[in-house]
């Protein structure tokens, strides 16, 4: 195998860097597959189960802890929230992002060079290093405890989905927009009736990746949803943190409801996600 990675001058080969990567990764999916598995074991089993049987499958499976969670805890609620503020979050994101990454492909102006690398600075700077003016102009708009004043944040985190939308729009066909153009049809008929149309594997990507990262998202929802009646899925989960050991069994049934929709979404949609990222990197 060491003839393999390496060539006759013992470099390593670029077949063998792919089998190390290769390797790696395959560890640290079975560890990632090994701990998710866990968790959902471990949602089934009681509290002294958990004690005697922590690794393994549970003995005597039963769904009290998920009775407890939705009925005596009110999950549905936190479920809800989450659902409502990706919801406004995504259409706001997705609406500003794919419209101004349109624009700045298809048009030259001054400043444009200035607007690109701004993004892609924003890739770089961590939200929690403006936390405190963002606090202070939604408390002054009265957008604490709010999905939309949140939501509006999340639109306003969008270096990543410009990025990747305006490398997909920069391969789109000019003879097709320039033809549109000459038939009369104005930049926006030209962008929500045909540049939209052709880009659903580039839509779906950025939705579903902003998807996941707001779904999980626990700092700002900390910071602008303090109040109860409003918390997420995440904030719900780490109130029993409090008490680890009181609240360990209802811990793993909550997780694993937070977990649901991201194995849905990987499992259905695992394919859309990598055509989409790679569908502007080549042109035809």
């Given at each position: 195998?060491k003839?393999?990675l390496e060539?006759?001058?013992g470099?390593v080969?670029?077949?063998?860097?792919?089998?190390?990567?290769?390797?790696i990764?395959i560890?640290?999916?079975?560890?990632?597959v090994?701990?998710?598995?866990?968790?959902?074991?471990?949602?089934?089993?009681?509290?002294?189960e958990?004690?005697?049987?922590?690794?393994?499958l549970?003995?005597?499976?039963?769904l009290?802890?998920?009775?407890?969670?939705f009925v005596k805890?009110g999950?549905g609620?936190y479920?809800m929230n989450?659902?409502s503020?990706?919801?406004?979050?995504l259409?706001?994101l997705?609406i500003v992002s794919?419209?101004?990454a349109?624009g700045?492909?298809q048009?030259?102006?001054?400043g444009k060079?200035?607007?690109q690398?701004?993004?892609?600075?924003g890739l770089?700077?961590?939200v929690q290093?403006?936390?405190?003016?963002?606090?202070l102009?939604l408390?002054?708009l009265?957008m604490?405890?709010?999905?939309?004043?949140?939501a509006?944040l999340?639109?306003?985190?969008?270096?990543?989905?410009f990025?990747?939308?305006?490398?997909?729009?920069?391969?789109l066909?000019?003879a097709?927009?320039e033809?549109?153009h000459m038939d009369?049809a104005?930049?926006?008929c030209?962008?929500?009736?045909?540049?939209?149309?052709i880009?659903?594997?580039v839509f779906s990507?950025?939705?579903?990746?902003q998807?996941?990262?707001i779904?999980n998202d626990?700092f700002?929802?900390m910071?602008?949803?303090?109040?109860?009646?409003?918390?997420?899925?995440?904030?719900a989960?780490?109130?029993?943190t409090?008490?680890f050991?009181?609240n360990?069994?209802?811990?793993?049934a909550?997780?694993?409801i937070?977990?649901?929709?991201?194995?849905?979404?990987y499992?259905?949609?695992?394919?859309?996600?990598?055509?989409?990222?790679?569908?502007?990197?080549t042109?035809?």
């Amino acid at each position: 195998m060491k003839k393999n990675l390496e060539d006759s001058s013992g470099a390593v080969t670029k077949s063998g860097w792919k089998t190390v990567i290769s390797i790696i990764l395959i560890i640290y999916s079975l560890i990632t597959v090994f701990l998710v598995g866990e968790t959902i074991a471990s949602s089934f089993k009681t509290k002294i189960e958990l004690v005697d049987n922590l690794i393994g499958l549970p003995k005597e499976p039963t769904l009290a802890n998920y009775f407890t969670v939705f009925v005596k805890e009110g999950f549905g609620r936190y479920i809800m929230n989450s659902i409502s503020l990706v919801a406004i979050s995504l259409i706001l994101l997705i609406i500003v992002s794919s419209m101004l990454a349109y624009g700045m492909a298809q048009y030259t102006f001054k400043g444009k060079k200035f607007l690109q690398a701004y993004f892609l600075i924003g890739l770089m700077m961590p939200v929690q290093l403006s936390i405190l003016p963002l606090y202070l102009m939604l408390s002054r708009l009265k957008m604490t405890n709010s999905f939309l004043g949140l939501a509006l944040l999340y639109a306003a985190n969008l270096s990543f989905s410009f990025l990747v939308f305006n490398q997909f729009f920069l391969q789109l066909p000019q003879a097709m927009i320039e033809s549109a153009h000459m038939d009369g049809a104005s930049d926006m008929c030209i962008f929500w009736k045909i540049v939209v149309p052709i880009s659903k594997p580039v839509f779906s990507t950025v939705g579903l990746l902003q998807f996941v990262t707001i779904w999980n998202d626990f700092f700002l929802p900390m910071v602008f949803l303090p109040k109860k009646n409003a918390h997420t899925l995440t904030l719900a989960i780490y109130s029993y943190t409090g008490n680890f050991l009181k609240n360990w069994d209802k811990i793993f049934a909550a997780a694993t409801i937070a977990l649901v929709p991201i194995l849905i979404i990987y499992f259905l949609f695992s394919e859309q996600i990598v055509a989409g990222l790679t569908a502007g990197s080549t042109k035809e």
